[in-house]
């Protein structure tokens, strides 16, 4: 997993409140157990004014052009601007891949889903709860300013605008080293690796009949 530590990247503002997982990745494109390819149905009901054909991949779709992520700069934004309980509904893993896919690496929010939150970190990605007068304040601005960029810092604990004023946000200690260090769940464990073997050795020692492997 790749690891997260600080950049800088394009802020696309998503002014809804509750944005559910089905919402970020509808339903009917879940069949790959893969983490890519599924950027291009990212928001796939408020990008496109037509169906996709699951059939024909090669499909030449109708955008919609009044949402924001089809208009540049925002098509090449790496930070989301969201509203309050971004990721609810069902616990789909999808969802984190899809907003990977399509480049993102951030989201800056008042409330998270908890699956969702916990499955972001497992996809070195990182959810930001931030202040609501602070998340109001970075809507203002990035509406005022096309293109806004933001510096995230996770060593720092702080998202701070270009140019402009800086935000701090909580995090816990395991989760930040987790993405620091670009761990996913069996590079947590690996990490362990040694006191797992000490562990079997002894454990082998103490009752070898549950290690017949060894007994040959």
């Keep these: 997993m790749k690891p997260f530590s600080k950049f800088t990247g394009i802020i696309a503002p998503l002014d809804r409140p509750n944005v559910d997982t089905d919402a ?66 069902s616990s789909r893993e999808h969802a984190v891949w899809a907003l990977t896919d399509f480049g993102f690496r951030t989201v800056l929010a008042p409330s998270f889903a908890d699956i969702f939150y916990s499955n972001s970190f497992k996809n070195g990605f990182l959810p930001v709860v931030l202040k609501e007068n602070d998340i109001d304040e970075l809507f203002a601005s990035v509406t005022a300013n096309t293109g806004q960029q933001a510096t995230v810092n996770l060593e720092q604990q702080i998202v701070e605008l270009v140019n402009g004023p800086t935000y701090s946000f909580d995090i816990e200690v395991n989760l930040k080293e987790r993405l620091i260090k670009g761990l996913d769940d069996i590079g947590q464990t690996l990490q362990m690796a040694d006191e797992i073997r000490k562990y079997e050795t002894k454990r082998a020692s103490q009752a070898p009949w549950l290690f017949p492997e060894n007994n040959g």
């Design 24 to 89: 970020i990745i509808p339903k009917q494109f879940l069949k790959s157990l893969k983490r890519s390819g599924f950027g291009p149905n990212l928001f796939d009901d408020w990008r496109y004014l037509d169906e996709a054909d699951l059939i024909n991949t090669d499909q030449s779709r109708e955008i919609n052009p009044g949402f924001i992520l089809n208009q540049p700069p925002y098509d090449k934004a790496e930070v989301l601007l969201a509203r309050e309980n971004f990721g609810c509904g």
